[in-house]
């Protein structure tokens, strides 16, 4: 491949690169680089960095050429080309995760390399230099996730462990690209070439020397760099459980207020957020922001100010302990905390009818990412749900299959989703909405074909010709770990304020308890956990904001030192 004047060139296929993906620094910027970095001189074939190393500096190019090597089990190949001006890396290799790929100079040259750590410094002295480097990094992230780029996949659809891989790499928006047993031709012959069996699937591919058979999630985070363990410490100010919208604006605004934070999350960083493909009503971007950019720069931010974000870490059991709080984790590792907000949210509910266990594991799905598009192809799909993450799904399938129906109990679109995404849904001819419509049965020979609904008002029934049904309907809170430690209510959610019962049992609406405190001081509660909340992202988010103030308030009468920025 040849450059062009230095530009980023662009794999076969692709639609042009942005200005934002890949910008040319100007002069000045390269000089706050210099005075926050160190310049470098590289040679013809030095690696400034190998696939799967990890890269603690952001490098630019100061003169010369860099050629960007993706390292395939056969081959490798050349799929940019740098020159004077361009930032090298994406998101992964500033929050720690090894390169995807290699840099190497083809053209000797300089190179100015920035600590991670100084990226603040820089910030700080060019505003517009620092949210071009992060711009940068996120949308190239997010291109890798389109191009398939990264780790490979390989496993059947029907193989719950495929299921499991493939919803861990999407939730923690890591690069992969998924290798379905059953529609790739020449999979045998490619297996045959790594010596694998097809009982060893699924198995995992990170680089070409490292092959991992059916690894779990937290063997994947661990190679990734994603998996940090609890602090050796044993005792942090806050603990924050789950790391959704509510989760991590705790730990940011804790973090910035001073506490020292661990964040853990059974699954990963984001939360049903992360896979919305896009928010337009969130104040701020008018043109509208996608879930996954709207999690990725709050980790940034809460890296930044040092929180300790560990996943995967399910929490088993939460308890008091000595004046402080125990809760325990699925690893057999534990966290003790002097105060603990709850945000572990809310997951939808498996559809009760006939033939849901049969397809369950290939062709029913519970969220809406790029696998599951993929998976689903041009074939006709079904939504369940009236609220808005059934809506945003309708929306993003819609761009790439034939037909989309969705499906809402109520007798109005609008009911339970924002009046926007009504508005895009109802002009979109692709999808067909039916109100005060259920879904009955599934059915299907070895592949779901079709779902009978049934119209509640009339009591009339029909089949639907679908490849795939998504579930978006009511929520479970994440709560079963919490029996004993707080009050909950029939359907599990956290009680808080007022909702919490007194002495005797019965409720208090007078008692002095703030709207977040559960009924153990100490143990606040934010987010869909909790009962009476309001299911919006920002909703969210300013509840963990809160929550963290009232945390602060706890510490201060306990008596603990707490220190404002």
Not at 310 to 333: I, N, Q
Request: hydrophobic residues 40%; glycine residues 10%; contains cysteine.
């Amino acid at each position: 491949m040849t450059s062009n004047g230095g530009d980023a060139e662009r794999v076969p296929g692709e639609t042009p690169d942005s200005h934002e993906a890949f910008p040319r620094l100007t002069a000045d910027q390269l000089d706050v680089l210099q005075t926050c970095g160190q310049r470098r001189t590289a040679q013809v074939g030095d690696f400034l960095y190998r696939a799967g190393e990890r890269v603690h500096d952001v490098l630019a190019v100061l003169s010369g050429r860099v050629d960007i090597v993706q390292s395939d089990p056969d081959a490798d190949h050349i799929i940019e080309v740098h020159g004077q001006g361009r930032v090298l890396g994406e998101l992964g290799m500033l929050e720690g995760q090894p390169a995807l790929f290699s840099a190497k100079m083809v053209e000797a040259g300089q190179i100015v390399a920035v600590p991670t750590a100084h990226l603040s410094d820089v910030a700080f002295r060019d505003p517009v230099l620092g949210e071009t480097i992060l711009r940068a990094y996120l949308i190239r992230r997010s291109r890798l996730i389109e191009r398939g780029a990264g780790m490979r996949i390989i496993g059947s659809s029907y193989a719950p462990d495929t299921r499991r891989l493939l919803d861990f790499a999407a939730r923690n928006r890591l690069p992969h690209k998924w290798i379905d047993l059953e529609k790739e031709p020449d999979v045998d012959a490619f297996l045959r070439r790594l010596n694998v069996d097809r009982a060893d699937t699924p198995i995992v591919i990170l680089r070409r020397e490292k092959l991992l058979r059916n690894p779990s999630n937290a063997q994947i985070a661990a190679e990734l760099g994603i998996l940090v363990a609890p602090s050796p410490t044993g005792l942090c100010d806050l603990l924050v459980v789950g790391a959704g919208p509510a989760g991590l604006a705790a730990s940011v605004y804790g973090a910035s207020d001073g506490l020292s934070v661990t964040t853990i999350d059974a699954i990963a960083i984001g939360g049903q957020a992360s896979t919305t493909s896009r928010i337009e009503n969130y104040l701020g971007f008018p043109a509208g922001i996608s879930g996954a950019e709207l999690t990725e720069r709050a980790v940034v931010q809460a890296r930044r100010f040092g929180v300790r974000l560990v996943v995967p870490a399910k929490a088993t059991a939460l308890a008091r302990d000595e004046g402080h709080f125990r809760a325990e984790l699925g690893s057999h590792d534990v966290v003790r905390a002097r105060a603990v907000v709850i945000a572990s949210g809310a997951r939808y509910r498996r559809l009760d009818v006939p033939g849901l266990a049969r397809f369950e594991t290939a062709n029913v799905y519970y969220e809406a990412t790029i696998n599951e598009r993929e998976a689903c192809g041009v074939e006709p799909v079904a939504v369940v749900g009236g609220g808005n993450s059934a809506g945003q799904a309708a929306v993003f399938l819609a761009a790439t299959t034939r037909a989309v129906h969705l499906l809402v109990r109520d007798h109005s679109l609008g009911a339970k989703m924002s009046q926007y995404l009504a508005d895009q849904i109802e002009s979109d001819p692709r999808i067909t909405v039916m109100t005060h419509t259920e879904v009955r049965e599934l059915r299907g020979d070895q592949f779901l074909t079709a779902i009978e609904v049934e119209d509640t008002t009339t009591g009339s029934r029909e089949d639907l010709a679908v490849g795939a049904l998504f579930v978006f309907i009511g929520a479970d809170p994440q709560s079963s770990w919490l029996a004993g430690a707080v009050q909950l209510d029939r359907h599990g959610f956290v009680l808080t304020g007022t909702d919490v019962d007194g002495p005797s049992g019965q409720t208090t609406p007078h008692q002095h308890r703030s709207i977040l405190q559960t009924s153990q001081p100490g143990i606040f509660a934010a987010g869909d956990v909790r009962r009476g909340a309001t299911r919006r992202v920002a909703a969210a988010m300013g509840e963990g904001a809160i929550a963290v103030a009232l945390v602060n308030q706890y510490l201060a009468n306990a008596g603990h030192a707490v220190r404002h920025l």
